[in-house]
């Protein structure tokens, strides 16, 4: 069975969100949703580990994040799925992923609290760009947190993602 999640028209509890590049850095997710890197706890209890089908995530040319684009049934990608606590927090994610990637709603997969596989319907930002700007190949997370992680944070640090008021329509 399909959960289906509240859309932001209608409630004032944001989507949830499946992420699979930069912001699965737990660091990198708390800096973005708390401006602060340290915030992880807060931010850990926010994701879990979940999957979607049907697309695959793949290198940008000269860049450290990657793009998911859609692709066969069998393709799927591994990330995060978040539920963010506020309209702020998803808006502060959405100012973040930019016009670059546009958001389209997927069916994310994961394990609940019991063991239990779920299903649940969220948003997943995907490439809008040049097709020709990705590399075809794979994107890898561990080597982004070893390689570039410290990097990003230092790059960003001091830096505040705004993202409105959640009074805000």
């Keep these: 069975m399909v959960h289906k999640s509240p859309t932001s028209e209608i409630s004032t509890q944001p989507r949830p969100l499946f992420i699979y590049g930069t912001l699965c850095a737990i660091p990198f997710l708390a800096w973005a949703l708390t401006g ?9 209890s926010l994701v879990r580990p979940a999957t979607v089908k049907g697309y695959s ?13 859609k692709d066969k049934a069998e393709a799927s990608i591994d990330g995060l799925l978040l539920t963010p ?14 016009e670059t990637y546009k958001i389209t709603s997927v069916i994310a997969t994961f394990f609940d609290a019991k ?6 319907e969220a948003d997943m930002y995907i490439w809008d760009g040049e097709k ?8 890898d997370l561990e080597t982004f947190i070893k390689e570039r992680l410290e990097d990003w944070l230092e790059l960003f640090g001091g830096v505040e993602l705004i993202g409105g008021a959640d009074d805000e329509p």
């Design 36 to 44: 602060e890197a340290s915030n992880i706890e807060m931010v850990s």
């Design 57 to 69: 995530r793949f290198s940008v040319h000269h860049a450290d994040y990657p793009a998911a684009i």
């Design 85 to 98: 606590e506020t309209m702020t927090q998803r808006r502060k994610l959405d100012d973040f992923e930019g």
């Design 115 to 120: 063991g239990k596989l779920e299903m649940i």
């Design 132 to 139: 020709e700007k990705l590399t075809m190949e794979p994107w």
